[in-house]
């Protein structure tokens, strides 16, 4: 497999990475990934990520799990076997929601789930690089994808200015334990200029 | 000082002793990553010996039926539906905790979050233990389930609570342990950066699944936990309300009343909060996490109990009147007779309810009581055995004696093998309890350096200075109007 260069520099404070990210997406470098501890709100729209389209998931899973319940329940109660039930309707929708409202959570729930890990790729046994094993406990991230045109000295000496440390070179095989580098512009809203 | 952090001074502070994000690792992963204490391993074992009690009596009950417990002609029920109540109601905090509290953006939530919801899932599987030993027949259980037969297909009754808490109970299982499960990756991912074992290391390698910590992936995993969050809170009210409808839905006195939703809600949310802080005020001491489960979070927990203590009083005064007011002999002679007379053969076990459940929570109405712990400790421990009994008082005082006298049962005790299955789940609960507190951060890592900036105590001290800023800006404000 083809191995791939990245820059990397480390930063200790969110409140330097910030303005961090902003200055490398001027200047035009590609930011491959931030690795951080925690969630850091608004560090993905200043990467420029667009937003995550989880929720639409889970509303389609969510109708999915009220349609198949009353879908289902109509059939078995009224078709397929009818069961006079204290001289009640066949159809006794009411008595039925608690049952289409489990089903709706459950579906949601589980599908959403399964879709997160899809698209993170996320499972047991998958095993994946991330650069620092310390960015899962007290630094952060930053990965800059080299192409032909970057200059290694430039990019360097330009994370150190923005207050980056412990910067240095690393070669990664690319695979899919990496992240998907085929669909990597499709995770940002516009194409970053690559340049230096 | 970034003002985008202010957080009031008037808030205590949520993570004590000066924290820096490493620190919070470290404190956290510690009591993962030492051997485990002796008070652990005298716990553990004697949770696994509680756990072989109960199996014995489970196996008792398989091989010779539920006459082996002493259910009788009215009683069908006794301490096995109890206790099915008493487990489902203790989980309801857990979720109240993680989901209802994330809705509300109420920081102190994370110090208490992960053990919450663990408790929630250890205490579903108990509860679920009940109804499905209860069957007798128990290798027929997969019955509940719809699924195509031989039998017509004959399908299961979509009709009957008794199905509908079928759904309930496993849906609510499932999407807790997904809710806490999503929760815990990055948290097992930053044991797994940090193990040198190479056990640990695939472990945690296989448990993590794979985190980074990506920027795109904690954007999808915000959002997961938001939704979660908002499918978790309908169904958690939805769970317990399911329950009562076991109840409500009958035309036995005592049961048939409308009120039952909201008050087993309460109640439920009532007796989790006491036995998180059973669990919390224990775990603290021995893993050493008092600066990240603090008195605060003690103390604010104990408000939620007299709270919800309080509402599940007015629940019982409510249905006091309304048995008087309905006029309707029957109900009058289950709430006045069966219960409220305490000479009456069951009468005891109300008062007993009453006790724990209204009376004693109220002295948390003072601050010295909430955060004293050891009076925390001793209610959470009295509010427990309260709500068990309320759950008796309903089950057993409202059908042994009902409309016939003919039909009215003999005194109701329990066999030692009814008590062993419930001394049974006490030690699954606990024995899943003290694997996880040995194997799995009892405390969101991730969660805790999230709002380390905003409510640690360190970080807090330098915002004094904006207050004090303000203050005398807003008073210089002030007479500059009056001038």
Not at chain 1, 27 to 35: L, R, S, T
Not at chain 1, 118 to 134: E, G, M, S, T
Not at chain 2, 74 to 82: A, K, S, V, Y
Not at chain 2, 317 to 326: K, R
Request: net charge neutral; hydrophobic share 45%; aromatic share 16%.
């Amino acid at each position: 497999m083809a191995v791939k260069k990245f820059i990397t520099g480390s930063f200790y404070d969110e409140e330097v990475l910030f303005p961090a990210v902003k200055k490398i997406r001027r200047a035009g470098y590609k930011i491959h990934d931030v690795f951080t501890p925690f969630p850091i709100h608004g560090l993905d729209k200043a990467m420029g990520l667009r937003d995550t389209s989880l929720h639409t998931a889970g509303f389609i899973y969510g109708i999915t799990g009220t349609a198949t319940a009353v879908g289902f329940i109509t059939w078995a109660l009224t078709i397929d076997w009818q069961i006079n039930f204290g001289g009640k309707p066949f159809f006794s929708l009411p008595a039925w929601i608690p049952i289409i409202f489990e089903l709706t959570v459950l579906f949601a729930a589980v599908g959403m789930v399964l879709t997160f890990c899809y698209l993170c790729q996320l499972a047991p046994f998958v095993k994946k690089d991330h650069f620092n094993l310390r960015s899962t406990d007290d630094t952060f991230l930053m990965a800059l994808e080299c192409t032909d045109k970057t200059i290694e000295a430039d990019a360097i000496s330009f994370l150190e200015s923005i207050g980056a440390v412990e910067v240095g070179v690393q070669y990664k095989e690319t695979g899919w334990w990496l992240g998907r580098y085929d669909n990597d512009k499709k995770r940002f809203e516009k194409n970053v200029e690559t340049a230096h | 000082m970034s003002l985008l952090r202010y957080e009031s001074q008037v808030r205590p502070a949520l993570v004590e002793g000066g924290k820096d994000y490493h620190q919070v690792t470290e404190d956290i992963c510690r009591p993962v990553e030492a051997k485990p204490s002796k008070l652990w391993w005298i716990g553990f074992l004697i949770s696994v010996a509680l756990l072989i009690f109960g199996i014995i009596s489970v196996t008792v009950e398989v091989i010779y039926g539920t006459g082996q417990w002493n259910l009788n002609k009215t009683i069908g029920w006794g301490w096995d539906i109890t206790n099915f109540v008493w487990w489902v109601g203790i989980g309801h905090a857990g979720t109240l905790i993680s989901a209802i509290l994330l809705l509300f953006r109420q920081g102190w939530r994370t110090g208490v979050n992960r053990a919450a919801e663990a408790m929630t899932i250890f205490a579903v599987m108990c509860a679920g233990q009940f109804p499905i030993w209860h069957m007798g027949r128990v290798w027929n259980a997969f019955f509940v389930l719809p699924y195509p037969n031989t039998r017509g297909p004959l399908w299961v009754n979509f009709n009957s609570p008794l199905l509908w808490d079928v759904f309930a109970i496993s849906t609510y299982f499932t999407v807790s342990l997904l809710f806490w499960y999503s929760g815990l990756l990055p948290d097992l991912a930053t044991l797994r950066d940090r193990a040198k074992k190479k056990w640990r290391k695939m472990f945690y390698g296989v448990a993590a699944f794979g985190w980074t910590g990506s920027t795109k992936h904690w954007q999808r995993h915000e959002a997961l936990s938001l939704v979660l969050a908002g499918l978790s809170t309908p169904l958690v009210l939805s769970v317990h309300t399911i329950v009562s409808f076991d109840f409500a839905t009958s035309v036995v006195p005592g049961w048939h009343t409308t009120i039952f939703p909201p008050y087993f809600v309460a109640g439920a949310v009532f007796s989790g909060f006491a036995m998180v802080q059973t669990l919390l005020v224990i775990t603290r001491k021995v893993l050493g996490l008092q600066e990240y489960i603090t008195i605060e979070h003690i103390n604010v927990m104990n408000k939620v109990i007299v709270l919800t203590g309080s509402i599940v009083g007015i629940a019982y005064l409510t249905e006091l009147f309304m048995a008087w007011y309905s006029a309707v002999p029957y109900e009058n002679f289950a709430f006045f007779e069966n219960r409220l007379n305490l000479n009456s053969p069951y009468g005891w076990s109300y008062w007993i309810m009453m006790g724990c459940n209204v009376l004693s929570p109220q002295i948390f109405w003072f601050k010295k009581m909430r955060t004293n712990l050891t009076v925390t400790f001793f209610m959470s421990i009295l509010v427990n055995i309260g709500m068990w009994f309320e759950r008796f008082v309903i089950i057993v005082t409202s059908v042994y004696r009902d409309y016939l006298p003919s039909a009215w049962s003999t005194y109701y005790t329990p066999t030692i093998w009814e008590i062993g299955f419930y001394l049974g789940t006490f030690g699954l609960f606990f024995t899943c309890y003290f694997l996880f507190s040995k194997f799995f951060p009892v405390i969101a890592i991730a969660e805790i350096k999230h709002i380390l900036k905003r409510s640690g105590e360190n970080y807090k001290e330098n915002m004094g200075v904006i207050d004090k800023e303000s203050v005398d800006q807003f008073a210089a404000e002030q007479l500059h109007d009056h001038h």
